[in-house]
């Protein structure tokens, strides 16, 4: 599975982004996927993941509320919708696939996209 991440950009507090994750490969439906992020000076962190059979859907604490993750197997997509957004949500944000259900650690995350830099400024 190869994935590209891509919808980041620039916005004020308070304002949402929608970032979605292309995956082309026959086992995109078969495939949890996550989000991660990770800010400079910091360690990479799960913000949400979404299982593929079920689609049930996790989120860090720090986004529950304000993110949304959500998939289209047909597209072969994932989008995480980002509504309210705070300045400490700036990070680059990656998408990652693996297989069986969502977990919070990066190092179970077999695949991953490139990355795309969201800045929220105050």
């Known amino acids: 599975v190869q994935l590209q991440a891509y919808g980041g950009g620039l916005v004020q507090a308070g304002g949402f982004l929608r970032l979605s994750c292309a995956a082309s490969?026959?086992?995109?439906?078969?495939?949890?996927m996550g989000w991660f992020r990770q800010a400079p000076g910091k360690e990479r962190e799960f913000v949400a993941g979404i299982t593929w059979i079920g689609f049930r859907t996790y989120y860090a604490d720090s986004v529950k509320g304000r993110f949304t993750i959500s998939r289209d197997n047909a597209k072969n997509t994932v989008y995480l919708q980002m509504n309210s957004l705070k300045p400490e949500d700036t990070a680059v944000y990656y998408c990652?696939?693996?297989?069986?259900?969502?977990?919070?650690?990066?190092?179970?995350?077999?695949?991953w996209g490139q990355g795309t830099l969201v800045t929220v400024s105050s």
């Open positions: 990652a696939a693996k297989e069986v259900g969502v977990t919070g650690s990066s190092y179970e995350y077999i695949y």
């Open positions: 490969g026959r086992t995109f439906s078969t495939q949890s």
